[in-house]
Each structure stands twice: as structure tokens, then as C-alpha cells.
């Protein structure tokens, strides 16, 4: 069984702060991937990341991918309270069928006006 | 934009009962998925499909679960006899193939009392 593993399971942070959560594993990823998902619906694709070293960004949102490919952290600055919310690293592995996911447990954003 | 719509987003049954639940995918998407999430847990994989069989199922996917493409459209999971620990959040993916991309329904609740 392959772990993922996502810190912190929590943040609460004021509007306005930059935060970072992180996402590893012991194995190589193949591609990662990271998800948002609000309360009783399904996790929505941010980003992908494949090549080691990639850096994505998404208007307030840094991806980083390690040159490894065994961690990625994704980077808000400048949080708003619009970015609370459940965010989820979800990477397959090599050898792994196509779209095998392994999901981490989430870290719970919450971002205070 | 094209999504993964999912029927019924909740469903109460009795154990013992057979459940049902329905995804229909982004039409041109190749791959199929059902996800499932406990309540406080992470994302799990149960199973893929793709060219009408099985690629690939974990194990919590075991004889009381099975899946159908019975028409061009839709993509079923059929839990036999449900039992409690049944109950969770099923998600349905689909994909092209692409790096592990995955788009996701909104989910179907099933509680098993």
C-alpha cells in the first residue's frame, strides 16, 4: 500500500497570510495532483504536476513538485476567505493502473476575514 | 464546462439491501472510477474500468461489488448487500488517459442503517 502523506491536517489562518501544506511519500511519484473540495462535493482538479522541479502557478496558488518526485507543497499567498476549504494531494505511482489515485487526508483551510 | 453527474447524491438503505448508484461521464472520457470517502477518512480507490472490463480493483472492492457500462452512457456500482461500514460518500470519476487526470462527480451519499 502505497502512503501519502499530507501536514498539516489543519490551518487557520487571518486574511491576508501566506501558508504552505505539504504532501510526500517514501515512494517516486508518477504525476500528482491537487484537488479542492468543499463540504458534499467532489474534489476539483487544481493542478498537475509531473516533472520534477515543476513549479505551477495559479493566479495566488504555488505548486511546487520536488526533484525527487517524493513531495509537492502547495503555496497560497496572500489568503483569502474565499480559500477556505479542504484541500486534498492526490498521486499516482509508478507501476500503478492509470488514475489509481492514493489521496492524502486533507488539510482544512480556514481563512478568518 | 463538461462534468461527471451522479445519481441519487443520497441514498438511506437498510443492510442487507441492494443499492445502485449511477454516474454518467464526460462523454469522451476513456476511463472510468468509483472512489469512495468515509466520514473523516481519506479518498480510496475501489475500482477502474476501461474498454468495458476491469483494470484493476483494491481491496476493499470485494464479491458484493460489482460495476456495469450498460449502455454508452452511464457507469454503474452496485453494492449487493449493503452493510454498515457501506456507508460513505461514492465518487465517480473519468478520464482521458492523460497524466492521471481525473474529473470527479459531486458524489452520492449512501447511509446504511
Known amino acids: 500500500t502505497q502512503l501519502l502523506e499530507q501536514s498539516p491536517q489543519f490551518l487557520s489562518i487571518q486574511e491576508g497570510e501566506n501558508l504552505t501544506v505539504y504532501c510526500n511519500s517514501s515512494?517516486?511519484?508518477?504525476?500528482l495532483q491537487w484537488y479542492r473540495q468543499e463540504p458534499g462535493e467532489g474534489p476539483v482538479l487544481l493542478v498537475t504536476v509531473v516533472t520534477g522541479g515543476e513549479v505551477k502557478k495559479l493566479k495566488r496558488l504555488t505548486f511546487q513538485f520536488g526533484d525527487a518526485r517524493k513531495d509537492s507543497s502547495l503555496h497560497i499567498t496572500a489568503a483569502q476567505p474565499g480559500d477556505t476549504g479542504l484541500y486534498l494531494c492526490a498521486g499516482a505511482f509508478r507501476g500503478s493502473t492509470l488514475g489509481r489515485l492514493y489521496f492524502g487526508r486533507g488539510t482544512q483551510l480556514t481563512v478568518w476575514p | 464546462e463538461p462534468e461527471v453527474t451522479q445519481t441519487p447524491s443520497h441514498q438511506v438503505t437498510q443492510m442487507g439491501q441492494e443499492v445502485i448508484l449511477r454516474c454518467v461521464p464526460i462523454s469522451n472520457h476513456l476511463y472510468f472510477y468509483w472512489y469512495r470517502q468515509i466520514l473523516g477518512q481519506k479518498v480510496e480507490f475501489l475500482v477502474s474500468f476501461y474498454n468495458n472490463e476491469i483494470s484493476e480493483k483494491s481491496e476493499i472492492f470485494d464479491d458484493q461489488f460489482s460495476v456495469e457500462r450498460p449502455d454508452g452512457s452511464n457507469f454503474t456500482l452496485k453494492i449487493r448487500s449493503t452493510k454498515l461500514e457501506d456507508s460513505a460518500m461514492y465518487f465517480c470519476?473519468?478520464?482521458?488517459?492523460?497524466?492521471?487526470?481525473?474529473?470527479f462527480g459531486a458524489g452520492s451519499r449512501l447511509t446504511v442503517l
Open positions: 470519476a473519468s478520464g482521458r488517459g492523460a497524466a492521471n487526470v481525473l474529473t
Open positions: 515512494s517516486v511519484f508518477s504525476s
